[in-house]
């Protein structure tokens, strides 16, 4: 199942990065093809405004995988950090950082992004940031897990006991050693923001039309539903195999990168 | 004057049942390329002793008083940062767990080099071709292929042997090994004891060896320390300790080697170690010795000599052949 799962992501990627360049300009209108089914010159059809569907599905990966990657990558730049310090020094900040986290947690994502996007404008920009946010409480809390196991470990001992500095006990014992369980929230984050791309972009707190997403395809789709079934077909599946696939390879990595698992 | 000196030193830790007293007031000296033994059974505050000179103790409960001094330094007062400079190159220290006591992220050869460039201010190729050197030194075949191993591709003694490598990487004036042989089996353990003979030998390292393990006494050091609830209660020349141990306790241990089990049965000392949160003014070992009289629960014994003015016991009635 992990290769499966690799496979999936492989493909996902290409369509990403390689997609938008075969496909050319995802706004080109074919008006002599309006909703039309999928035919050798459209292969999956076209939209009311005569748009290639192909050519949509295809860019609207890059913008899936832009908010799925960089939303976790803001949450992991910000997270681990606050994650590693908390833990590590404990004292009066790591109480303080919980609470926070806390907090965080308890407040509803959708809230927060419709504020976001009042403030902001609906745009990649905050799509990323409001999920990037709500990835945060998640790579604190299981980077100050890890760091309060590893902080306790003979070899931190033996780093202090050798005269390392605080700073260098952090990056080169307590980080490292601390990565597998978040490479694994990676692969699950990622998926979980690409849904919330697709979610926000549906509700027109994401990007804006006629910049194609599977989300905003989605919005358009469902007003066609009875004409024109597989205007939201694709990108449905789209959102479904890619999810499916970052969940795989993270359970495949999961298995390898954690050794109580065992094989 | 010695090269380390320990004085009056008393280790309480703030617990939730009170003060502990893990030592006692102790006074030690160290001489240059000396090998000397802390023994006791656990909980008695060797370990403690000995991690109170490079300040290993966990810094909010731990209250020490006393003096600890490196050639004529005071280490209690020291800053914290430079007390960071002391570990790893003036005091090293050898974990009892080998097994867990590397990084399991970096290569050996790394975790080395990281001391070298730490505290002799050595480069990247300088350091890596020293390392090679270092894991040589204790006796590691094919150091050169061995530096770009990970510690989970080495087994129990190649580790220690690594983790000795690394604390004496800087040519330490003092090392510090608590417990180095307990975890290893018994073949490792000669030779990762002829490691310590041998630096001591060849870089004239004083070295604190911690240990419960008698046998690993007589094999190694050159003077000896028995402890007994944070208290030194022997202390001598090894060969005169073996030879003529005084207070009961010191008779105890050595009554319960396997070597001096009577008809296959092992010989133990009767009773519990006391309270470590009393301290009343009575020999603490009275409750459990066999030569106890009344005066032994009026006041607490002080370290006198001897047959030998080396050979210190705190006992009113000391034992063996005198």
């Known amino acids: 199942m992990p290769m499966a799962g690799l496979v999936l992501v492989a493909g996902f990627l290409l369509l990403a990065l390689l997609g938008p360049v075969l496909t050319g300009d995802p706004s080109a209108q074919d008006y002599n093809a309006t909703l039309a089914p999928p035919s050798g010159t459209h292969p999956l059809g076209t939209d009311d405004l005569g748009r290639d569907a192909l050519a949509r599905i295809a860019h609207g990966a890059q913008v899936s995988l832009q908010a799925g990657v960089l939303s976790t990558l803001l949450a992991m730049v910000v997270g681990i950090p606050i994650g590693l310090v908390a833990g590590f020094y404990r004292r009066w900040l790591d109480p303080v950082v919980m609470r926070l986290v806390d907090v965080t947690l308890a407040f509803p994502f959708l809230v927060f992004a419709v504020g976001l996007a009042a403030i902001i404008g609906p745009s990649l920009k905050g799509v990323v940031l409001a999920l990037g946010f709500s990835q945060l409480p998640a790579v604190v809390r299981i980077t100050r897990g890890e760091v309060l196991a590893i902080r306790e470990m003979d070899y931190v001992a033996a780093a202090i006991a050798d005269g390392a500095s605080d700073r260098h006990i952090l990056l080169r014992y307590v980080l490292p050693n601390c990565s597998s369980p978040l490479i694994v929230q990676a692969t699950v984050a990622i998926p979980a923001a690409i849904i919330g791309e697709s979610t926000l972009s549906f509700l027109g707190l994401g990007v804006q039309p006629p910049t194609p997403s599977w989300g905003v395809m989605l919005t358009t789709a469902q007003q066609y539903l009875d004409v024109a079934p597989w205007l939201a077909i694709w990108p449905g599946l789209m959102i479904a195999l890619a999810t499916l696939g970052f969940n795989l390879l993270g359970d495949g990595l999961r298995d390898v990168l954690d050794p109580r698992s065992g094989r | ?322």
């Open chain 2, 1 to 322: 004057m010695s090269l380390l000196e320990i004085t009056d030193l008393t280790v309480d830790f703030d617990t939730e049942d009170g003060l502990v007293q893990a030592v006692r007031g102790i006074s030690l000296d160290l001489g240059e390329g000396e090998i000397l033994a802390l023994c006791g059974e656990s909980g008695c505050g060797k370990s403690v002793t000995a991690m109170s000179v490079p300040r290993l103790l966990p810094p909010d409960t731990t209250r020490l008083s006393g003096s600890v001094k490196l050639d004529g330094r005071e280490l209690t007062t020291l800053p914290e940062s430079r007390m960071r400079q002391i570990r790893g190159k003036d005091v090293s220290v050898v974990f009892q767990e080998p097994m867990t006591s590397l990084n399991p992220s970096f290569t050996v050869g790394y975790q080395i080099t990281e001391v070298l460039r730490r505290h002799e201010g050595l480069s990247r190729k300088a350091a890596g071709a020293r390392a090679v050197e270092l894991l040589e030194l204790v006796g590691i075949p094919l150091p050169a292929r061995r530096v770009k191993e990970y510690p989970h591709q080495l087994s129990g003694g190649m580790r220690q042997r690594v983790m000795i490598a690394i604390a004496v990487a800087c040519s330490p004036r003092v090392l510090i090994a608590d417990e180095p042989t307990t975890a290893l089996d018994v073949t490792i353990q000669a030779g990762v004891l002829d490691v310590f003979r041998d630096l001591r030998d060849r870089l004239g390292t004083a070295v604190i060896l911690i240990t419960h393990d008698l046998g690993v006494v007589a094999d190694i050091a050159d003077r000896a320390v028995v402890m007994y609830a944070g208290r030194a209660v022997e202390q001598a020349p090894v060969a005169e300790l073996f030879a003529r141990p005084r207070h009961p306790y010191t008779l105890g241990l050595m009554n319960a080697l396997p070597s001096a089990a009577v008809n296959g049965r092992l010989a133990e000392i009767p009773g519990m170690v006391p309270s470590p949160l009393t301290d009343p003014d009575e020999c603490a070992f009275q409750a459990r010795c066999g030569r106890a009289q009344p005066d032994c629960r009026l006041r607490r014994p002080t370290l006198e000599p001897q047959l030998l003015d080396a050979h210190l016991a705190a006992c009113f009635h000391p034992g063996g052949q005198s």
